[in-house]
Nanobody, 124 residues
Framework: RVRLFESGGGSVQAGGSLRLSCEVS????????IGWFRQVPEKEREGVAFIDTDGGATYFSDSVKGRFTVSQGGANAAYLQMNSLKFEDTDKYYC??????????????????WGQGTQVTVTG
């Protein structure tokens, strides 16, 4: 089956940067969309950033536009570059791959494959 492996999380001061990596194995990019959600127990799950693996189009939540970028690393990896980090970016970040669709559909139900998550903590 498809497996996703996130890395790159950690603790950083506000205003700093982190780069998250997602490695996909076992038929990568099966749904032609790879992206990132973030969630902590007291908050709603939020779709952060997505990239179409066939055309390269990218999508971002309003909360991260202008600060985050997402890119594809060949056929089996994606990266989330997080700049100008804020306290509110503190979350657990999950890499996801869509079941069938491109990134036109970005509801959680469209993503069958989820990584274990990597913690991002932004400090003062």
């Amino acid at each position: 089956r498809v497996r996703l492996f996130e890395s790159g999380g950690g603790s950083v001061q506000a205003g700093g940067s982190l780069r998250l990596s997602c490695e996909v194995s076992g038929n990568p990019y099966s749904g032609n969309c790879i992206g990132w959600f973030r969630q902590v127990p007291e908050k709603e799950r939020e779709g952060v950033a997505f990239i179409d693996t066939d055309g390269g189009a990218t999508y971002f939540s309003d909360s991260v536009k202008g600060r985050f970028t997402v890119s594809q690393g060949g056929a089996n990896a994606a990266y989330l570059q997080m700049n100008s980090l804020k306290f509110e970016d503190t979350d657990k970040y999950y890499c996801v791959v869509a079941t069938y669709s491109t990134c036109y559909i970005r509801d959680t139900a469209a993503f069958s494959f989820w990584g274990q998550g990597t913690q991002v903590t932004v400090t003062g």
